[in-house]
T-cell receptor
Framework: GENVEQHPSTLSVQEGDSAVIKCTYS??????FPWYKQELGKRPQLIID?????GEKKDQRIAVTLNKTAKHFSLHITETQPEDSAVYFC?????????FGTGTRLQVFP | NAGVTQTPKFQVLKTGQSMTLQCAQD?????MYWYRQDPGMGLRLIYY???????DKGEVPNGYNVSRLNKREFSLRLESAAPSQTSVYFC????????????????????FGEGSRLTVL
């Protein structure tokens, strides 16, 4: 089955800097790669996703890149703000379910 | 629309007790899921139901049972609770799902409930 690894587990940046979170997956048949953000005490919510027929997708300050050959994908957040502080999860679509990474706790310091 | 509603939000059990977590969605979604969240472990899939009438094991099914009561409702039961089942449980639903063959190989956005914090003493 699918296995997703996520790094780093914690990330601290200064406000205005960029943050990058990386994930690798094992199942070459996976074709959908979403990212979820979970604020403290809240439910996870989708922030961006990418499908296997594209290599990059942007939405304002966040972007995701996908390298299917290497089986890895990354989340990029530019001009970070304190409200970006949260836990971020990557995921990959297995046969009929999403498998999540272990999460990255991002802290943005003013 | 309430989205995904799960109850109870908090529960304390003693080892060996049983309980059922209830989940309902009002978005007419086909697929429903139960995840557990533990520190440093991410979201791990317990069971899922790709469509009404079907249920399948996820990554960590041992000690749990599920029932897809109808299209709206998906319950998770702990028959004999153990301290290792102390966790935050999330129910989720998605419109798409059901496997690559059925929906063209694309999973859909998951909508999560608010979570249920379970402590087993």
């Amino acid at each position: 089955g699918e296995n997703v690894e996520q790094h780093p587990s914690t990330l601290s940046v200064q406000e205005g800097d960029s943050a990058v979170i990386k994930c690798t997956y094992s199942d070459s048949a996976s074709n959908y790669f979403p990212w979820y953000k979970q604020e403290l005490g809240k439910r996870p919510q989708l922030i961006i996703d990418i499908r296997s027929n594209v290599g990059e997708k942007k939405d304002q300050r966040i972007a995701v890149t996908l390298n299917k050959t290497a089986k890895h994908f990354s989340l990029h957040i530019t001009e970070t703000q304190p409200e970006d502080s949260a836990v971020y999860f990557c995921a990959a679509s297995g046969a009929d379910k999403l498998i999540f990474g272990t999460g990255t706790r991002l802290q943005v310091f003013p | 629309n309430a989205g995904v509603t799960q109850t109870p939000k908090f529960q304390v059990l003693k080892t060996g007790q049983s309980m059922t977590l209830q989940c309902a969605q009002d978005m007419n979604h086909n697929s429903m899921y139960w995840y557990r969240q533990d520190p440093g472990m991410g979201l791990r899939l317990i069971y899922y139901s790709a469509s009404e009438g079907t249920t399948d094991k996820g990554e960590v099914p041992n000690g749990y049972n599920v029932s897809r009561l109808n299209k709206r409702e998906f319950s998770l039961r702990l028959e004999s609770a153990a301290p290792s089942q102390t966790s935050v449980y999330f129910c989720a639903s998605s419109e798409l799902g059901g496997g690559r063959a059925r929906f063209g190989g694309v999973a859909g956005e998951l909508f999560f409930g608010e979570g249920s914090r379970l402590t087993v003493l």
